[in-house]
């Protein structure tokens, strides 16, 4: 009779033993995942830094009951906000296509091209069966050393985590999670799981299921406009594969520092007219001075030879944009700040009366 009550309790002081280990490492997997990638982890756009590709992890656009998908419909909105601002210039669609029933790949590409993404600038992965799949694949196969990653938090937080061990320079936008208590506690404890199997796949070497032969992705090259600048090396350019076209709702411009000097400028810049051959500055709709969109107090670092990108608003300026030829101007500091006078670099480019061709 004691013989199995001793064997019983063996048993129970084994299970609870692994239960206790299991929960131990669940906690310090999560902890070190989470301590290594939240920083890197953004909630906005206008913050994120630019990017060549964004990896869009898919998901079913309909739910359970088949409805639309919060998930699916937020991470869409979340790529479309980031490529309309110039953050990033492709979108990478990842995602499961088992079957010829369901393909969510081609669910991400026509919901971005219904939100104003060009067809062109969308690439589909078929192989994204799971998160590592996708990551690593946006690497061997599309060449991918830097990324943005779109997800919900959570989710962003792992595949960032599975960048970095795949020597990918990554940053993640947060898609928004509208979810009720009991949903957002599974769907966490799901997380959790998920990243305890993450850990044990890179311990363990697992690959893709498929990679396959590469495929380049091309650069962007910004359409040719007039730049000069008062000092050699620092260059604006509008980035636009064609030329401006009215309606024009926002410029992204780049600034260039090719310098060795570390180089200080605010954030306003200052957009000129043609008429006739005087250039006729636009001036900016008072009721925005001041505001969180036009800020004269902020001030930003452009490091040796590196590049920022800005997406300047025109609703803020009095006049709407009608076609003809402006001039962007942006004034600027280099160091050693006592010693040196302001620069100013500026950028021509023209806006036309052309439609948008149709998608």
């Not at 906000?81 to 990033?88: D, I, N, P």
């Not at 992965?125 to 991918?144: I, Q």
């Not at 044990?200 to 690959?207: A, E, F, M, S, V």
């Not at 008062?230 to 780049?254: A, H, K, M, N, Y």
Request: hydrophobic letters at 40%; glycine letters at 6%; aromatic letters at 8%.
């Amino acid at each position: 009779m004691n013989k199995p009550i001793a064997a019983l309790k063996k048993i129970c002081f084994w299970i609870a033993l692994t239960a206790a280990a299991a929960l131990i490492f669940t906690i310090g997997v999560n902890y070190n995942v989470n301590h290594k990638t939240e920083s890197r982890i953004y909630n906005a756009a206008d913050s994120v830094p630019h990017n060549k590709v964004a990896l869009l992890l898919g998901t079913s656009p309909l739910n359970r009951y088949g409805n639309p998908n919060s998930y699916f419909t937020n991470r869409i909105n979340t790529a479309a906000a980031l490529f309309h601002a110039g953050k990033v210039d492709y979108i990478l669609a990842s995602g499961d296509n088992h079957t010829r029933q369901y393909d969510e790949p081609t669910a991400m590409r026509d919901s971005l091209i219904a939100h104003g993404v060009p067809a062109d600038r969308v690439i589909l992965d078929y192989a994204g069966f799971r998160t590592l799949d996708s990551v690593v694949r946006a690497k061997d196969v599309f060449g991918c050393d830097s990324l943005t990653i779109i997800s919900q938090a959570d989710h962003c937080a792992r595949a960032l985590y599975l960048a970095q061990s795949a020597g990918i320079h990554a940053v993640a936008v947060a898609a928004p999670l509208r979810a009720g208590r009991a949903v957002r506690i599974r769907l966490a404890l799901r997380e959790w799981l998920a990243r305890d199997k993450m850990i044990l796949d890179l311990w363990t070497g697992k690959k893709p299921r498929f990679l396959g032969e590469k495929i380049e992705i091309p650069d962007i090259t910004p359409n040719p406009m007039t730049s000069y600048s008062t000092r050699d090396g620092v260059s604006l350019t509008v980035i636009e594969p064609d030329s401006l076209r009215i309606p024009v709702d926002s410029i992204i411009i780049e600034f260039v520092n090719d310098t060795d000097k570390e180089i200080l400028f605010g954030e306003d810049y200052l957009i000129e007219r043609d008429n006739a051959g005087t250039w006729t500055k636009i001036r900016v709709n008072p009721e925005y001075i001041g505001s969180d969109i036009i800020t004269h107090a902020i001030g930003y670092r452009l490091a040796p030879h590196s590049s920022c990108r800005h997406t300047d608003k025109t609703r803020v300026y009095s006049k709407a944009f009608s076609p003809g030829k402006y001039r962007l101007s942006k004034s600027f500091i280099v160091e050693p700040w006592s010693e040196n006078g302001s620069d100013t670099a500026r950028v021509e480019f023209q806006v036309t009366q052309k439609p948008h061709a149709p998608l």
